[in-house]
């Protein structure tokens, strides 16, 4: 047995919830939400060189991936690899980027299902800023 580290409840250390206020995982020391992050150690400008992460906070709130190499549901990085991303090299379902493979994307060149590109693109419905701006 072990106390619930909010209202100090004696519960067991296999209990999911604590059944005096409802804590998740009470009797872990600190606990910050569901799912998985990993950050590196070594940072490049401000930014871990990698950061992947599957995890969303105690108020339901997604947990970006924010670094050089970005991995998770939402990324933002150069290199990112995601649901829904943004950066320099994309590999994502919705993206923005400069270079992107993606179902649908925005980006200055592109390989999609949907997408807008500025230079080049190849995909079903891809269409470039020109042809889009002449079209109005």
Same mark, same amino acid.
């Given at each position: 047995?072990?106390?619930?580290?909010?209202?100090?409840?004696?519960?067991?250390?296999?209990?999911?919830?604590?059944?005096?206020?409802?804590?998740?995982?009470?009797?872990?020391? @600190?606990?910050? +939400?569901? $799912?998985?992050?990993?950050? *590196?150690?070594?940072?490049? /400008?401000?930014?871990?060189?990698?950061? #992947? !992460?599957?995890?969303?906070?105690?108020?339901?709130?997604?947990?970006?991936?924010?670094?050089?190499?970005?991995?998770?549901?939402?990324?933002?990085?150069?290199?990112?690899? @995601?649901?829904? +991303?943004? $950066?320099?090299?994309?590999? *994502?379902?919705?993206?923005? /980027?400069?270079?992107?493979?993606?179902? #649908? !994307?925005?980006?200055?060149?592109?390989?999609?299902?949907?997408?807008?590109?500025?230079?080049?693109?190849?995909?079903?419905?891809?269409?470039?800023?020109?042809?889009?701006?002449?079209?109005?």
């Amino acid at each position: 047995m072990k106390a619930c580290r909010e209202c100090k409840h004696q519960i067991s250390e296999q209990a999911l919830s604590c059944p005096n206020c409802g804590a998740p995982y009470p009797a872990r020391q @600190s606990w910050d +939400g569901w $799912g998985w992050e990993y950050k *590196s150690g070594l940072a490049i /400008a401000g930014l871990p060189l990698l950061h #992947i !992460a599957f995890k969303f906070r105690p108020n339901r709130t997604p947990v970006v991936a924010r670094g050089i190499i970005a991995i998770g549901q939402f990324g933002c990085g150069v290199i990112c690899i @995601s649901q829904f +991303g943004i $950066g320099v090299f994309s590999v *994502s379902q919705f993206t923005v /980027a400069v270079f992107a493979i993606a179902q #649908i !994307a925005v980006a200055y060149s592109l390989v999609a299902q949907i997408g807008l590109y500025i230079s080049q693109g190849h995909g079903m419905l891809v269409f470039g800023l020109r042809q889009l701006l002449a079209a109005l």
